[in-house]
């Protein structure tokens, strides 16, 4: 089985960001940028599928030369090899040129299945995914926990606000994972080393075929206005009066944590 499984340099989520006053997205320069958590998960799901049934893993990616410092560390987890995107005209892309790019450089590959995360860390739109699958006309499913592929579909459990459901589709197909798919893999220094040598083919939208057709060229969507979040309320704090352990229940099944 080949997967191909799609990841996103991003700002460290654990340090503060800060908003470009002009364009109203993330400053990208100068802070440390690391592979988006949630991909992780990606790169583990397609990592397991091979293991257990043969093939390989490839990494794609769209952003500027440094996103090659993403791929890198897929590939320490174990991933055989990996394309990036890369070109000036892409700088600022929405949604769907991110999209469009990917599926442009995706078109010939030889896959049976796509993994990406819900949604990136950064933008948090998770707009591309299903973007992607439709114009590459692949099923989509989505919010996978659990992942099993066999018999030429994929079968996953989809997490849901009352627990889950279980969504099938034949292969080809386009999957995206949540967090509680599995634990990632931290990359050892043997994988790290070997990631060193292993090919990363970089392209940019004339070798795509998309040259003035993708990123600030094909802009659908502008940033108007950034607000910032609310700030936090105090929690509700419960005198135990006997019933403490009752009302901490009644609150959890309420947010249907339980």
């Known amino acids: 089985m080949n997967v191909l499984v799609c990841v996103k340099q991003i700002p460290d989520p654990n340090a503060p ?24 998960h990606g790169v583990e799901a397609g990592l397991q ?20 410092e993403a791929i890198r560390r897929a ?19 929405d949604a769907i040129s ?43 499913l989505s919010f996978a926990k659990k992942l099993e592929v066999g018999d030429g579909k994929a079968v996953i ?7 889950y459901d279980v969504v099938e589709a034949p292969l080809p197909a386009l999957v995206t994972v949540t967090g509680g798919i599995n634990e990632a893999r931290y990359p050892a220094l043997r994988g790290i080393m070997q990631a060193k040598n292993k090919e990363v083919r970089q392209v940019g939208l004339k070798d795509i075929g998309l040259e003035g057709q ?14 910032p979040a609310e700030p936090r309320k105090a929690g509700e704090v419960i005198d135990d009066k006997g019933e403490g352990a ?13």
Not at 214 to 227: D, K, P, R
């Open 157 to 163: 459990d989809r997490q849901t606000d009352d627990g």
């Open 49 to 68: 599928l091979v293991e257990k049934d043969g093939g390989e893993v490839t990494i794609i990616s769209m952003g500027p030369p440094k996103a090659l």
């Open 214 to 227: 993708a990123g600030m060229a094909a802009l659908t969507q502008e940033v108007i206005e950034a607000t």
């Open 98 to 140: 991110t999209a469009r790019a990917i599926a442009a450089a995706i078109k010939g590959q030889n896959y049976e299945l796509i993994i990406c995360g819900t949604e990136s860390t950064d933008g948090s739109s998770g707009a591309v995914p299903a973007q992607l699958a439709e114009l590459l006309g692949l099923p989509l």
């Open 246 to 258: 009752k009302r901490v229940a009644d609150f959890l099944k309420a947010l249907k944590v339980i």
């Open 75 to 93: 590939l320490a987890m174990g991933a055989h090899r990996g394309i990036l995107i890369t070109d000036p005209a892409l700088q600022n892309s």
């Open 17 to 40: 960001g800060k908003l470009d006053p002009q364009t109203k997205r993330l400053v990208r320069e100068g802070v440390d940028l690391v592979l988006d958590p949630g991909d992780e």
